[in-house]
């Protein structure tokens, strides 16, 4: 650090001595114009040593600030470095830093190639989510004193680098491990709250043109979570989807799960109305005289999203989706378009998660 602030102050030197010797040999003028000139340089001049002052006094101040820091604890001072979890991994229970914690996540959750901004996103959206779980959960949900788990269906994914990133990534391992690391810590501890509370920052891979509203798809209303406009899923690999059954084995999954479903009929008569958000989501569908949920068909089928279309032809049942995933809260290739269109993480944040606040735990 000392070795940085002398050279800083010979760089200034240097550059701030300069106009003051050209200024100085300057010859005596005599015109209306050298008379502006030389009232002109003598300001220059006043500027340049106020500056010179200004910039000595900032520097001392900040190595004294650094000195100041340095004899301080050596806890660190970082919220995600210092505070630990445990987390159930595999079935064992692992204590970590709420940063290795996270770092795993955002490696499991978004594609490490993804622009910074939208990983600064992600990290700030799986903080969020974290603290939501914690703060919210019964203890006894996890085994053996764990705060989380990497169950994606209850808490978030989880991908330890350290072991398998090679395997994932090649020789391009470092490069985007230092990529993901980087985006949780330059986000480090902030966190998305309502209300004073941490949001439940749900995420998913892709949606349509609209987000969806957490109230038609859990059946619980968060104001920051409800429907609003998103782009650039399409650039998601499984944005178009297709699943097809016969038209035997569509019947019988129907009649295990719902036996009062009458399709003894023709195929035509199996299926009948259709509601959907505005999100596109079948929110319900009558089967065999049946009304069922979507989210419930997406689940019985393994259906990419609940926004879908169905068919039967030639012998078969069709199955036709748009978007990957739940649809609510943060679309993740929403938020790689946006990022690539400048967008900074924080306006991915408030996109996303309507009438949320951005706060830095310490």
Known sequence: MKKILIALLVFLVCVYALPVITLGAQPQQTSDTGDKKEQNGDTDYRSAMDIWNDTIRNMMDSAQKSDDDNSLSDEPEDYDEKTLLRVLIDGEVREMTVRDYLVGVVAAEMPAAFPIEALKAQA??????????????????????????????????????????????????????????????DTDGVVAVYQGESIAAVFHSASDEMTEDAENIWGVKYSYLTPVKTSGGSASPNFYGTVVFSQSDFREMIADVYPSAAMDGHYSQWIGEIRRSQSGTVLGIVVGG???????????????????????????????????GHGVGMSQYGAREMALNGSYFDEIIYHYYSGVQLMVKN
């Open 124 to 185: 700030v959206a799986a903080r969020s989510y974290m603290l939501h779980k914690i703060e919210n959960s019964d203890p006894s949900s996890h085994p053996q004193g764990a705060q989380l788990c990497d169950d994606y269906t209850h808490c978030t994914a989880f991908f330890d680098i350290e072991s398998g990133g090679r395997e994932l990534w090649g020789d391009s391992c470092d490069y985007y491990a230092e990529r993901i690391r980087a985006a949780v810590e």
């Open 290 to 324: 049946v009304s069922i949920k979507g989210t419930e068909i997406r689940t019985l089928f393994g259906l990419n999203s609940a926004n879908f279309n169905i068919e039967f032809k030639n012998g078969e049942v069709i199955f036709t989706t748009v978007g990957t």
